[in-house]
């Protein structure tokens, strides 16, 4: 092995892994006005049980109120909503209604004390297991209860997720970007060539996760 390499710089250590998610987090008890807050230090954690974390510094409002309430959603960022996701990112719900400024519809989760946003395709229903302090953020470790999808990405013949047809949109280094082009399947690099990569086997609902999660 090289000792290292010549045409890399080394950086001083950062959170330099991009893309990340950009999700919309909804919280707040059903007696409260809901607030959003947008997070992208944000990830699947384990796939049964199905668990997810999000970090968030102490001092945003939405810290409070998640700590409480030990509930919140997570709702799909879209191009639709990539402007409301930014602007829920630089406003406190200490001063505003989010939801109303930016138009967004709250609406009940089923299984969790929290609101979602009847806007977004694809919602996270998550109840808090534990919080680990880490340093400048507060990482919320939690649990999926129930997961939410607009019908207008199911395909209606195979009952299955039409997942680019939800405009996913991720972030990395300061700005927002489309997802693209699929280049292969989960595994594709182990199977016989048949052609060229096409997009992903659709999910059927009800399975709970695809075939070959992680
Ligand atoms: C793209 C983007 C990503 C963000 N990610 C996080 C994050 O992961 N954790 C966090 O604490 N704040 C994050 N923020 C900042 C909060 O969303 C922001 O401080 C917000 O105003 C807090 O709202 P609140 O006071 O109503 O809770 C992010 C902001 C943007 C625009």
Known sequence: MKPSTPTHQTWKPGTLLYPVPVVLV???????????????????????????????????????IISRTRAFTVNQVTRDLVRAADWCGVKSGRLVDKFREMGLTPVRASR???????????????????IHRLGTHDLFLAEILAVNVDERHIDRHSGALRFPGTQPVCFGHGAYYALGECLGTFGHSVRKAKGPPGPRRPIPPGRGRPEAAP
């Open 26 to 64: 909804g919280c707040g008890a059903r007696d409260e006005k809901p607030n959003l807050i947008t997070v992208a230090w944000a990830g699947i954690v384990c796939s049964d049980p199905p668990m997810l974390s999000v970090s968030i510094r102490p001092e945003r409002h939405s810290h409070g």
């Open 112 to 130: 969790v004390d929290a609101p979602l946003v009847a806007q977004s395709p694809m919602q996270l229903e998550c109840r808090v297991e534990a």
